[in-house]
């Protein structure tokens, strides 16, 4: 997740509070209202208000962007930010978490599923379709938790039997395929897995079947699968997992099993 972040030194913190308050106070709002948003009393926001200090450029240009957000009702949290470098950081910033930093590695997967997508937009998948929806996950090369994998934001969006849409690309978003695919990744050599309805017919298809325990633990040691079946258990349905190098590849996979399936 990205959010928007406003960065000055620690020792400042009071001058910004005391500008903002004497914005608020200036565009009318309650002395009461403004102690409660900047969580500060209120005789010392009245003494903020009624104060002729200067303010600094600068942290005057970040009040004003702050209070107009206070006063178009947005929530304010004042927190510190500690780094190691020695340079100061003052201004409007943008953070965001680790995994969701735009590297080459991450663009790339990111694109992958996306091209996948437009390989399977439009294409009739009746019967493939669990009730959990369908949803394709992509991991980083040395993945090792749920944020290293991207995936479809609650996954594929489906049409009368058709893929047509899908809401947006996210690391560590589905939990369930990123996690399974994180657990058998290293034996089986892949980096991305798709979920689809469980068929008996796949079982009888040319592609290399594997079989998962209840709770979902490989139960063969061969390492060229190319389709895992989970029979469910209690509160969990049946099904399917197609597994690849990539998203596009399982999707082409897909493709064939399909084909196959309905001869």
Same mark, same amino acid.
């Given at each position: 997740?990205?959010?928007?972040? +406003?960065?000055?030194?620690?020792?400042?913190?009071?001058?910004?509070? $005391? &500008?903002?308050? /004497?914005?608020?106070?200036?565009?009318?709002?309650?002395?009461?209202?403004?102690?409660?948003?900047?969580?500060?009393?209120?005789?010392?926001?009245?003494?903020?208000?009624?104060?002729?200090?200067?303010?600094?450029?600068?942290?005057?240009?970040?009040?004003? *962007?702050?209070?107009?957000?206070?006063?178009?009702?947005?929530?304010?949290?004042?927190?510190?930010?500690?780094?190691?470098?020695?340079?100061?950081?003052?201004?409007?910033?943008?953070?965001?978490?680790?995994?969701?930093?735009?590297?080459?590695?991450? #663009?790339?997967?990111?694109?992958?599923?996306?091209?996948?997508?437009?390989? %399977?937009?439009? *294409? #009739?998948?009746?019967?493939?379709?669990?009730?959990?929806?369908?949803?394709?996950?992509?991991?980083?090369?040395?993945?090792?938790?749920?944020?290293?994998?991207?995936?479809?934001?609650?996954?594929?969006?489906?049409?009368?039997?058709?893929?047509?849409?899908?809401?947006?690309?996210? +690391?560590?978003?589905?939990?369930?395929?990123?996690?399974?695919?994180?657990?058998? /990744?290293?034996?089986?050599?892949?980096?991305?897995?798709?979920?689809? &309805?469980? %068929?008996?017919?796949?079982?009888?298809?040319? +592609?290399?079947?594997?079989?998962?325990?209840?709770?979902?633990?490989?139960?063969?040691?061969?390492? #060229? +699968?190319?389709?895992?079946?989970?029979?469910?258990?209690?509160?969990?349905?049946?099904?399917?997992?197609?597994?690849?190098?990539?998203?596009?590849?399982?999707?082409? $996979?897909?493709?064939?099993?399909?084909?196959?399936?309905?001869?």
């Amino acid at each position: 997740m990205t959010i928007e972040v +406003f960065l000055i030194g620690g020792e400042k913190t009071i001058n910004l509070k $005391k &500008a903002i308050a /004497r914005i608020l106070y200036s565009k009318k709002m309650d002395q009461i209202k403004i102690s409660k948003i900047l969580k500060l009393s209120q005789p010392m926001i009245s003494q903020y208000c009624n104060s002729t200090e200067k303010t600094s450029e600068n942290i005057t240009k970040i009040a004003q *962007e702050v209070a107009e957000k206070i006063i178009n009702k947005q929530s304010i949290n004042f927190q510190t930010c500690i780094t190691f470098i020695n340079k100061n950081f003052e201004g409007n910033y943008l953070i965001a978490d680790k995994n969701e930093i735009i590297t080459d590695e991450n #663009n790339r997967i990111i694109e992958n599923l996306r091209q996948a997508f437009y390989k %399977l937009k439009d *294409e #009739n998948i009746e019967g493939f379709v669990p009730e959990v929806k369908i949803n394709i996950a992509m991991s980083k090369k040395n993945a090792k938790k749920p944020e290293d994998v991207a995936s479809f934001l609650n996954g594929l969006i489906i049409f009368e039997d058709k893929i047509k849409d899908y809401n947006t690309i996210s +690391f560590g978003k589905s939990r369930h395929l990123s996690a399974l695919l994180i657990k058998i /990744r290293k034996k089986l050599n892949i980096n991305a897995i798709m979920n689809i &309805a469980y %068929l008996k017919e796949l079982e009888k298809t040319k +592609f290399n079947i594997g079989f998962l325990t209840k709770d979902f633990k490989l139960k063969n040691t061969d390492k #060229n +699968f190319d389709i895992l079946i989970h029979k469910g258990a209690f509160g969990i349905e049946p099904c399917a997992y197609i597994l690849g190098n990539d998203a596009i590849k399982i999707v082409d $996979k897909l493709l064939k099993v399909i084909k196959e399936v309905r001869k």
